[in-house]
């Protein structure tokens, strides 16, 4: 079965290897870099299951552990380098579901993910898959997009840039992290593709496409989406 899964781990390398290895699987990965970033993300996402790194900058895993458990029943999966038995069991103790010591393989956390996610089935209700910006919601299992309740048409490529800016909201991604992310594609696609998609979205998604209040450019860096100061276009 597949869901939506927060990594909460601020090496950017492990990070990227993590979601890659959960998409694959057929998840959906939103990435959290910080312990406080983990929470709000939590909160604004609510994820089927959190992959959550004991050493986390701002916040340690282990308060943001106390913080999940305190709102809500969220499987967390949690990491960490240090392999102490004290540390494993302060961890399951503040209701971490299982427990991995770095290093690890990729498959192996993929697999602890489907058990964990097998396990908690009967006690969870379905997770909601949509990923939210204000109005616009992305539907990643149907494949559709909404704009305050209306449908948008949108191409594999458009989708697949609307999926990677709204699983990390308001986060700024360059052109090449946007290349690296959409490489399923195919070879073809470059920074000017990743430049069309957006002009094509912004008339799809934007009330004004001179002045996009959803799809944003941060000069000089790349885009981010935002949930816009308004409730509809």
Same mark, same amino acid.
């Given at each position: 079965m &597949?869901? *939506?899964?927060?990594?909460?781990?601020?090496?950017?390398?492990?990070?990227?290897?993590?979601?890659?290895? *959960?998409?694959?699987?057929?998840?959906?990965?939103?990435v959290a870099r910080d312990g406080h970033q983990a929470v709000e993300s939590a909160r604004r996402h609510q994820p089927a299951l959190v992959v959550l790194d004991l050493m986390l900058p701002k916040m340690d895993g282990l308060d943001v552990c106390r913080a999940l458990r305190a709102e809500s029943d969220v499987l967390?999966?949690?990491?960490? #380098?240090? &392999?102490?038995?004290?540390?494993?069991?302060?961890?399951?103790?503040?209701?971490?579901?299982?427990?991995?010591?770095?290093?690890? &393989? =990729?498959?192996e956390l993929v697999a602890r993910v489907r058990t964990l996610l097998r396990r908690g089935q009967r006690a969870q209700p379905a997770p909601d898959p949509m990923l939210r910006a204000g109005p616009?919601?992305?539907? =990643? +299992?149907?494949?559709?997009v909404t704009m305050a309740g209306r449908?948008?048409?949108?191409?594999? /490529?458009?989708?697949?840039?609307?999926?990677?800016? #709204?699983a990390e909201l308001d986060r700024v991604f360059t052109r090449e992290q946007l290349l690296a992310r959409?490489?399923?594609?195919?070879?073809? +696609?470059?920074?000017?593709? +990743?430049d069309a998609h957006v002009k094509n979205l912004r008339r799809k998604i934007e009330a004004n496409s001179r002045e996009p209040e959803h799809l944003v450019t941060v000069y /000089?860096? /790349?885009?981010?989406?935002? #949930? /816009?100061?308004?409730?509809? =276009?």
């Open positions: &597949s869901g *939506l899964i927060l990594v909460a781990e601020d090496d950017e390398n492990q990070a990227e290897l993590l979601r890659r290895y *959960l998409e694959q699987d057929h998840h959906t990965v939103v967390v999966l949690m990491l960490t #380098a240090r &392999s102490t038995e004290d540390d494993m069991l302060l961890g399951l103790g503040l209701g971490a579901d299982d427990y991995m010591t770095k290093p690890f &393989s =990729p498959r616009l919601v992305i539907d =990643p +299992i149907r494949h559709e449908p948008v048409d949108c191409t594999p /490529g458009e989708f697949r840039l609307l999926e990677i800016l #709204a959409m490489h399923g594609f195919g070879s073809y +696609i470059t920074g000017r593709t +990743i /000089g860096i /790349g885009y981010k989406l935002t #949930a /816009g100061r308004r409730d509809a =276009p």
